[in-house]
């Protein structure tokens, strides 16, 4: 007699060991509490050097910093150059953590982080999207840092290209660079600085009042660091 074929019947689950979803880690994060987290929440970490970005989890590449850090890295002109590192892969995400911990900025007075105005950080924040193409997610702390990196590894991959290094920067963008660490002073500034003054030390040794007849205001800040004694 023919066995009756049963629609209620359960299917055997297949056996084996299942697949734990993975990321890859920049070694240097390899003690931070983030990877402690992920590892926690079941995730599978690879440690690695990382030329570009921190994680690189389902094809995009992530760039973690907390808010002091990103402040610093906004200053100093790290952040734009790790941002143009960035746009080589065609799924880029950037993670500010910590906001519930630290004030990004504050409006209780005209400057905030270390002498930057609160203006010029949002500004910055809307240059990270409009002009680097770059989104942004704001954390709570690291513990929320890891579940938005495993919710996003268990995304469908895409395929990354293996392509992608430091980008090099010649002489003059190196200047550039340099004065955009100062408090009030971006590109445009910038720029126009080293357009006038041709060089850096040209500029420190000129008069104050010329400094001024080029930037204005903003050559305040600027005079005030470069004769300040540590």
């Known amino acids: 007699m023919k066995e009756i074929f049963n629609i209620f019947k359960k299917k055997k689950k297949r056996e084996g060991p299942i697949e734990k979803p993975k990321i890859i880690a920049d070694y240097r994060e390899k003690n931070s509490l983030v990877i402690s987290e992920l590892i926690n929440l079941g995730i599978d970490i690879e440690t690695k050097e990382l030329k570009v970005a921190d994680y690189l989890i389902a094809g995009t590449a992530v760039e973690r910093k907390t808010v002091s850090d990103f402040i610093n890295s906004m200053k100093n002109g790290r952040l734009v150059n790790q941002l143009e590192e960035l746009r080589q892969y065609e799924s880029r995400l950037l993670v500010v953590e ?38 942004i997610i704001f954390t709570k702390n690291y513990e929320d840092t890891a579940k938005f990196l495993a919710v996003l590894c268990k995304k469908k991959p895409r395929e990354i290209s293996l392509n992608i290094k430091k980008r090099a920067h010649n002489q003059k963008e190196q200047s550039q660079y340099v004065l955009e660490s100062f408090p009030g002073i971006g590109p445009k500034t910038a720029r126009k600085l080293l357009k006038k003054f041709r060089a850096i030390k040209d500029m420190i040794n000129a008069p104050e009042e010329d400094i001024k007849k080029v930037i204005g205001k903003k050559a305040e800040n600027l005079i005030r660091i470069i004769n300040y004694k540590y």
């Open 98 to 135: 910590g906001v519930d911990e630290q004030e990004l900025y504050s409006d209780d007075s005209s400057e905030d982080n270390i002498g930057m105005h609160p203006n010029s950080i949002r500004g910055f924040l809307l240059s990270i999207l409009l002009n680097y193409k770059v989104p």
